[in-house]
């Protein structure tokens, strides 16, 4: 008999900033946005939020 280890069925997602692997479960998962992201905890989806702004600001007046 082959002695299989039982893990739980868990689903694991990648946090969107530092790619490190949480159970979907306790992921942190933003709402108001246009596709589904997962994050580690909230610290890592305040940075995440906060470059995404950043980025969205630069709109205005950049370009030749
Ligand atoms: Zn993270």
Redesign the pocket.
Known sequence: MTTAVELPDVEYVA??????E?PRSEAAVPEATDYVVY???L???Q?WKSQRDKANGQDKGSGP
């Open positions: 946090c969107e900033m530092c790619l490190k949480v994050f580690c905890g610290d890592c989806y940075e």
